[in-house]
Structure formats: structure tokens, C-alpha cells
């Protein structure tokens, strides 16, 4: 039987969970709890488009656990954080013994539900540019 590999936990790794706006963009630590985004007034001042879509993931249990961050790296193409992602040109920080980079969301997918990381990294970050103030959005 071949090894499945090894499960690491980062729940413990501090420094990974936020919502801030830096810049012209939102940025979002890989770890921050979907429920976290749910109920950030920044993100629904500032990006109206994540807080719509956020009220469409699955359901409270869901959001109470799962993360940006795994959410994107699953890239379920039905997934409403991937849709924002690629909607708003988001860029993905990933990092690992080689140090960070950063990636334009379009360069993320290594193929269905693939992303384009080494083995040795993660998502640490993620930058959601902002629109301009009474910009237009819906999520359906």
C-alpha cells in the first residue's frame, strides 16, 4: 500500500488568520475562517462582491470551519471564493523553503481542482483588489 503522505495541521500558525484593507486591495490571511468574512465590515464595505458570494457557501457549519485558503487550493469550480477570486484578478501569496511568490489567480489552476503549488508550500495570503466606491456587483 503506498503512503498517503502526512497531514499538517496549521490551525496553530499564528499570523494567518486577518481581513485588512493594505493598499488599493483586500488582504486576507489563507487561514481566516469563511464565518470571519461573513461577518467583517470590511469586507461587506469594502468588498460587497466576497460578502454576497460568502452568504451562499453551504452552510453555517461549513463557513465555521472552512477557510480561504482551502478553498482556493481545493478549486472546486463551482466554489464561490474561487469565483472571487478570479472575478476581482485576485493574486495568491505561497510560500515555502524557497520563500514566497506570488501568483496571479489565473496562473493558480494547475488543472482541475490543481493548484499550482510545490509540495513543500502553502497559501499564506491573498490579495482581492478593490473596486471603486458604488461600483456595480451581484453574485447569483
Do not use: K
Not at 1 to 18: F, K, Q, R, S
Not at 70 to 91: K, M, Y
Not at 117 to 127: R, S, W
Amino acid at each position: 500500500m503506498e503512503d498517503a503522505g502526512d497531514v499538517i495541521d496549521l490551525n496553530g500558525i499564528e499570523g494567518l488568520a486577518y481581513v485588512r484593507e493594505a493598499g488599493n486591495a483586500l488582504e486576507v490571511g489563507a487561514m481566516t475562517r469563511q464565518r470571519a468574512l461573513e461577518f467583517s465590515d470590511l469586507v461587506r464595505a469594502r468588498c460587497p462582491l466576497m460578502h454576497e458570494a460568502i452568504l451562499q457557501v453551504g452552510h453555517r457549519q461549513t463557513r465555521n470551519r472552512g477557510t480561504l485558503g482551502g478553498s482556493l487550493c481545493h478549486l472546486d469550480p463551482a466554489a464561490e471564493l474561487v469565483a472571487v477570486a478570479a472575478a476581482l484578478d485576485a493574486t495568491v501569496g505561497v510560500t515555502g523553503p524557497g520563500g514566497r511568490r506570488e501568483l496571479p489567480f489565473a496562473e493558480f489552476p494547475a488543472g482541475y481542482m490543481l493548484p499550482s503549488l510545490a509540495p513543500d508550500e502553502i497559501v499564506t495570503d491573498v490579495f482581492f483588489p478593490l473596486w471603486a466606491p458604488g461600483h456595480g456587483h451581484a453574485f447569483v
